[in-house]
């Protein structure tokens, strides 16, 4: 398994630009998302027979095995549409206080790209994050986290990449990212041994081996999450 | 300091509501709606699973229908019109 965070610099081109490269790294992370669903799906029916068995509480809502059969279909169409042995294991980690921080960027600076933007949009982005996302670390106020950059807007990235003991933290975001060529910068959560990679989408490219993105068609991320009885 | 998932995540309808920013009364009305899975404990609280809720976004909305209709809008935005539209934010 392979955890990755987005930067805002990267995430909001993967869902709004639907040709771009970005995007067809989402479409991996969409293909990682529905190859770990079913397991976690099982892990949490497991976890919520428990709580209910210790709390004498009722358990209702969706089956379990239904989402996971459906997370199964979606993982099994992705993979007939996508390259042979295009790799399932990446995983997309977020935060609350990150999918805020996308929210308000888009909120931001969406009106410079498209005037018609509307809030509806904004939710509609961050639905398709949220979907897209394996796991949400514990929640945390970006005031009080450590100061990492010059820029404390800066820092719940790359918290949120320390805290998810992400593989690479993934920045085109270039005032905290070194743009040399085999550049990457090493941050650490400071009072433990954790350390992440942080590199521009390019710089990543060079370690992304083993899928070909011109071979990922972008318009797939849909696919993923198109009901398994629709053709 | 905690990795990851060391077990799986039980949300309270409050941070499952924020998470997806959406109304607390969302949430509950999913929940009443079985459109989600949920423990009800014995004080009448709600815990959602993390996994869950998210496979449950795909059925709770259109989500492909949603990705097609921002796809069609932005059919000829790159990556760097987004990226030109971001730096103006620094």
Redesign the interface.
């Known amino acids: 398994m392979r955890?990755v965070v987005l930067d805002?610099?990267v995430v909001?081109?993967a869902?709004?630009?639907?040709?771009?490269?970005?995007r067809r790294f989402l479409v991996v992370l969409a293909f990682g998302?529905l190859a770990a669903?079913r397991e976690?799906?099982h892990?949490?029916?497991?976890?919520?027979h428990a709580?209910?068995a210790s709390?004498?509480?009722?358990?209702?809502?969706?089956?379990?095995d239904a989402?996971a059969e459906?997370?199964h279909a979606?993982y099994a169409r992705l993979r007939e549409a996508l390259p042979t042995g295009c790799p399932d294991d990446w995983?997309l980690?977020a935060s609350?206080p990150l999918?805020?921080e996308y929210?308000r960027?888009l909120r931001?600076?969406?009106p410079?790209?498209?005037p018609t933007l509307r809030e509806e949009?904004v939710?509609?982005?961050?639905?398709?994050i949220?979907?897209t996302?394996?796991?949400?670390?514990?929640?945390f106020d970006p005031e009080l986290i450590p100061v990492y950059t010059a820029d404390r807007k800066d820092d719940p990235v790359i918290h949120t990449a320390?805290?998810?003991?992400a593989t690479w933290l993934i920045a085109?975001?270039t005032?905290h990212i070194s743009t040399q060529p085999e550049g990457i910068t090493e941050y650490r959560?400071p009072g433990?041994d954790?350390r992440v990679s942080a590199v521009t989408f390019s710089r990543f490219l060079d370690h992304l081996a083993d899928v070909d993105l011109d071979q990922v068609d972008p318009?797939l991320?849909?696919?993923a999450?198109?009901?398994p009885s629709s053709s | 300091?905690?990795?990851?998932?060391s077990?799986?995540?039980?949300l309270s309808t409050k941070?499952a509501a924020?998470?997806?920013?959406v109304s607390k009364r969302t949430i509950l009305n999913?929940?009443e709606s079985?459109?989600?899975?949920?423990?009800?404990?014995?004080g009448g609280d709600y815990?959602v699973?993390?996994?869950?809720l998210?496979?449950?976004?795909?059925?709770t909305?259109r989500?492909?229908?949603?990705?097609?209709?921002?796809?069609e809008?932005?059919?000829t935005?790159?990556?760097a019109?987004?990226?030109?539209?971001?730096e103006?934010?620094?």
């Open positions: 955890p805002t610099s909001l081109p869902v709004l630009s639907p040709r771009g490269y970005r998302a669903r976690l799906l892990q949490e029916a497991d976890a919520l709580k209910s709390t004498s509480g009722q358990l209702g809502g969706g089956a379990f989402l459906q997370a979606r995983r980690v609350p999918l805020a929210e960027k931001e600076a969406g410079r790209l498209d949009d939710d509609v982005v961050r639905r398709q949220a979907a996302c394996v796991e949400v670390t514990d929640d320390l805290l998810a003991d085109d975001d005032k959560l433990a954790r318009g991320l849909g696919v999450y198109r009901s | 300091m905690p990795a990851v998932r077990q799986p995540k039980l941070q924020e998470l997806l920013n999913w929940i079985e459109k989600i899975p949920y423990v009800k404990l014995p815990r699973p993390l996994a869950g998210l496979a449950s976004l795909s059925g909305y989500l492909d229908e949603e990705i097609r209709a921002l796809d809008r932005y059919a935005v790159s990556d019109d987004v990226q030109a539209a971001l103006g934010d620094d």
